[in-house]
């Protein structure tokens, strides 16, 4: 394998800039959950959560199935 093709295969696995390690962004109007919207400061606040233990869950089946069923119950209670 030459030069190149090590650089192309690298390049497959970066993702926004960072080699493997996708990322999320949520762009919300946090000056409006902070300040008046209570309800929805804390859904942030258990989003965050979520990720936090996702995050660190690794292979733990287990864990990711209860984060799993949090997401989605925190979902239902955002719905419309």
Do not use: C, Q
């Amino acid at each position: 394998m030459d030069d190149t093709e090590d650089e192309g295969e690298v390049r497959r696995t970066n993702i926004g800039g960072r080699y493997g390690s996708p990322t999320v962004t949520i762009a919300w109007p946090f000056s409006h959950i902070v300040n008046k919207d209570t309800e929805l400061r804390d859904a942030v606040a258990d989003l965050a959560l979520l990720v936090a233990r996702l995050a660190v869950a690794g292979d733990d089946e287990a864990e990711r199935a209860v984060v799993s069923l949090a997401a989605e119950e925190l979902a239902t209670r955002l719905s419309p």
